[in-house]
């Protein structure tokens, strides 16, 4: 069936510094890839997506390529902010499919 | 335009009691996802709606049943309740079915339970 594995945290960086967290799939056919973020005591926010082969999700200053020869999704930024602390989570819906399938999530914490 | 919202906030029940959460979706849209998120994991698919009709379960028991209602607002019941029913249940809301490409769903803030 359809999985996602993503780096394991948590991850600790300090300001500025550059982010990467790895997010590998499993499916068949052409899923639409997410990442979400969920910030202490609230729930998933949509940060990016990409729904065909080789195309680059990004949304406040974060990126992502859709890979599919490495069948990988990984979250990048240039310049992490104290902001960003929060928990992201990969995620998959396959071709027609109805749910979406979320990784188990890694904790990012930014240092001042 | 309002977002996804859900309630109550937090809940506390004994093992073996029902308890419903309530989820009111997006302005417009018609499409309600139920997600069950034990700590320190990802969410978990339970089941679907979709104009009032089920379309689409996860790897949960029956005593998981949900309602969506004409205005599309939607109700999450568990039976029964279990010590590892407890966890953040999140609401997804989105416009036409959530699947087959990229159709945004729209979270709620979730309700925390917790099972005694």
């Known amino acids: 069936g359809n999985s996602v594995t993503q780096m394991e945290g948590p991850v600790t960086l300090s300001e500025e510094a550059f982010l990467t967290i790895n997010c590998t799939y499993t499916?068949?056919?052409?899923?639409?890839l997410f990442w979400y973020v969920q910030y202490p005591g609230e729930g998933l926010q949509l940060l990016l997506k990409?729904?065909?082969?080789?195309d680059k999700g990004s949304n406040k200053g974060f990126e992502a390529t859709y890979r599919k020869e490495t069948t990988s999704f990984h979250l990048e930024k240039g310049s992490v902010q104290v902001s960003d602390s929060a928990v992201y989570f990969c995620?998959?819906?396959?071709?027609?499919?109805?749910?979406?399938?979320f990784g188990a999530g890694t904790r990012l914490f930014v240092k001042a | 335009e309002t977002g996804v919202t859900q309630s109550p906030t937090h809940l506390i029940k004994t093992r073996g009691q029902q308890v419903t959460l309530r989820c009111s979706s997006q302005?417009?849209?018609?499409?309600v996802s139920w997600y069950q998120q034990a700590l320190g994991q990802g969410p978990q698919f339970i089941f679907q709606?979709?104009?009032?009709?089920?379309?689409g379960r996860g790897n949960f028991p029956p005593r998981f049943s949900g309602l969506q209602f004409p205005n599309y607002s939607s109700e999450l019941n568990v039976n029964a309740l279990e010590l590892d029913d407890s966890a953040l249940y999140l609401c997804?809301?989105?416009?036409?079915?959530?699947?087959?490409?990229?159709?945004?769903?729209?979270f709620g803030p979730g309700t925390r339970l917790t099972v005694l």
């Open positions: 709606y979709y104009r009032e009709e089920e379309n």
């Open positions: 995620a998959l819906r396959g071709t027609g499919g109805f749910k979406t399938i």
């Open positions: 990409a729904t065909k082969a080789d």
């Open positions: 499916a068949t056919g052409y899923p639409s």
């Open positions: 302005s417009g849209h018609n499409t």
């Open positions: 997804a809301s989105s416009l036409g079915l959530a699947g087959g490409g990229g159709n945004e769903q729209f």
